[in-house]
């Protein structure tokens, strides 16, 4: 075992965990947060994505002690913390059916979040590259396309009016 | 399954040591997403895990005009495949760090871990042999470089053996009018390991093919240069005849097996045709430069 510190959605928490213990685990069974779904456990799938430093990574692939000094963010961070408002790539998904059974969900959302901030105009094609590595058992990728693409449009006409 | 020990090297020197101190009972860790698959299904477990992850020394890309490129062993693909230089100077290995895994995979995994993995089908290995790429070896007797070519012994083995480290892979500097292209297999567009790799590389004289080389992945226990391959071609000019010549030599130089992703005998029909094309598009590469 050993203590383990993590910075998860902004705060700072200490854990204690085994040494070999994945990230996924740590979320999932010792925080509990289970917004981070584990599917294959083995890195083929994307369910487990979370966010170090901005950029996907898969938790279940990754050693919790290497995540320590990273700012880590899962799904449950993803929304604004003070008005609790969704992000327009959660509310894509809430308008437009984005998810069935909701497993892939949370990884794709990150994973797209963290794409959309490098690409904020991506053609349908890069979307479904990006997104390459996150496998939906339901096959629900065409809709889950569509709210990558109308989220990214919404972000650029949000930050117009913010202006 | 008693979990590893797990030790953390904070410099070059201290990882060797520590790795000399356990030996064979230690292995080095890095991005963990090849080892930790390993761990889950109970393969290969060691007593102590060594990681390297926070030697930053190890993490660079660096270039100059005499010396040619260096990349440290714990620079990550993602890294690789988006560098700026490399996919001007060297992009066939930033095309091939760009179809390893999958994005995720890619910000994790290494340079150093798909090498010293030594998977047959490891995506940047046939590049970086036709890069006539090089290995920075250190260990407690000091520092060696090797040809990459002989860097790998078998699946899963390399010449590192129990007191050794890969600390970077040195490309000489790419010579004028040439071109590569890296060509992988895959049973779908996504994330899968190579059925089939193809790497060649080519320097253009006036009229005939100065140099060719052409290296294979997933196709033998180790990556491998596809020799006669290149002979029929080094010298020549380049006829569909020759090439056709060509991609059947590749073919018959690869020892493939049957498994999930694909049969012995398609994986040696694939390389016939891929060793054409990926020979056709390096020529292409390096009559635009």
Redesign the interface.
Same mark, same amino acid.
């Given at each position: 075992m050993?203590e383990i510190v993590l910075k998860i959605n902004g705060a700072q928490v200490e854990v204690k965990a085994?040494?070999?213990a994945?990230l996924a685990e740590v979320l999932r069974e010792e925080l509990g947060l289970t917004g981070t779904k584990m599917m294959c456990? /083995?890195?083929?799938c994307?369910a487990c *994505?979370v966010l %170090?430093n901005g /950029?996907?990574?898969?938790s279940?692939? *990754?050693?919790a %002690?290497?995540a320590q000094n990273k700012d880590i963010l899962t799904i449950e961070g993803l929304a604004d913390p003070v008005t609790g408002r969704l992000h327009p790539i959660q509310k894509a998904f809430v308008e437009r059916s984005g998810m069935q059974c909701g497993v892939c969900t949370p990884g794709m959302i990150l994973?797209a979040k963290a794409f959309l901030d490098e690409n904020p105009d991506p053609t349908e094609e890069d979307v479904r590259h990006?997104l390459?590595?996150?496998?939906c058992r339901c096959g629900n990728y065409r809709r889950i396309t569509e709210c990558v693409l109308d989220a990214a449009e919404k972000m650029k006409t949000g930050e117009k009016d913010e202006k | 399954m008693t979990p590893p020990k797990v030790l953390t090297a904070r410099s070059v020197e201290e990882a060797v040591s520590l790795l000399s101190e356990y030996g064979e009972k230690a292995k080095f860790v890095s991005g963990a997403t090849d080892l930790l698959m390993q761990l889950k299904r109970g393969e290969a477990v060691p007593e102590c895990l060594i990681r390297l992850g926070e030697i930053r020394d190890l993490d660079f890309i660096k270039y100059d005009e005499t010396g040619g490129l260096r990349v440290g062993a714990l620079t990550t693909i993602v890294e690789i495949a988006n560098s700026p230089l490399i996919r001007g100077k060297f992009s066939i290995l930033a095309q091939a760090a760009g179809m390893l895994g999958t994005p995720a995979v890619r910000n994790q995994a290494t340079l150093g871990g798909n090498l010293c993995n030594a998977a047959p089908s490891a995506d940047t290995a046939p590049p970086l042999l036709v890069l006539g790429a090089k290995a920075k070896i250190v260990g407690k007797e000091g520092e060696k470089i090797v040809p990459l070519e002989d860097f790998f012994v078998g699946p899963g083995q390399t010449i590192l053996g129990q007191d050794r480290l890969l600390a970077e892979i040195q490309v000489p500097n790419i010579l004028a009018h040439s071109g590569g292209a890296y060509l992988k297999q895959k049973r779908r567009q996504g994330a899968d390991l190579a059925v089939v790799g193809v790497a060649a590389w080519v320097v253009m004289g006036r009229k005939v093919l100065n140099d060719v080389k052409i290296a294979l992945g997933a196709v033998a226990p180790t990556p491998i240069r596809a020799k006669k391959a290149e002979g029929i071609l080094r010298g020549r000019k380049v006829d569909p005849e020759l090439l056709e010549k060509s991609g059947q030599a590749a073919a018959g130089e690869a020892s493939p097996i049957d498994d999930i992703r694909g049969s012995a005998d398609y994986r040696r029909e694939l390389l016939a045709v891929l060793t054409k094309r990926a020979i056709t598009e390096a020529i292409q590469q390096a009559e635009g430069r």
């Open positions: 050993s085994a040494t070999t994945t456990n /083995e890195g083929e994307g *994505t %170090i /950029e996907p990574i898969l279940c692939m *990754t050693l %002690i290497d994973t990006a390459s590595g996150n496998l | -």
